[in-house]
């Protein structure tokens, strides 16, 4: 597992370096969902034909 050290723009954006992305499957612009879990954060490319949550 790769650790990497970032750091949260004012605005809230975090930056994850190209190399990091592509080892990862992800490419520039790609949506993602974060999930907080024990030790870490996982990360998640967002399927554009989900549109969230059904009742």
Known sequence: MEHLLTTVDPDGAITIPPDLLRDCGLAEGDEVTL?????GIRI????PRDDGPHD
């Open 44 to 47: 998640d490319r967002r399927d």
């Open 35 to 39: 999930e907080l879990i024990d030790g």
